[in-house]
């Protein structure tokens, strides 16, 4: 019983984690979302698996409540959806900063 238990814990354990904090949406272009996530990626060396890009209709329609979450217009403005600060300063700051 107990082999059957600590194998359960381990498989577990073993499966991807799918959080990813940093959420990029964009209504049409995304090129420019890749863009965006090129940057996080190259400039401050946070690692492409804690990055998600997303379509979506309308910026304005989204109510995300995540970590960091952004979304790139059709006029190409990039709008902040919502942001936890405890999240950006405890979190992020053991990447590299420009």
Known sequence: MKF???FTFLALLSLPVFARPIHVYYEQNS???KWIKDIFVQTYHIPEDLIALTVTPKCEALK???KLDLCLNNNGD???VSVDHEFISESLKIFQTP
């Open 78 to 80: 990039l709008l902040i």
């Open 64 to 66: 995300e409540r995540g």
């Open 4 to 6: 059957i238990i600590s």
């Open 31 to 33: 090129t420019d979302a």
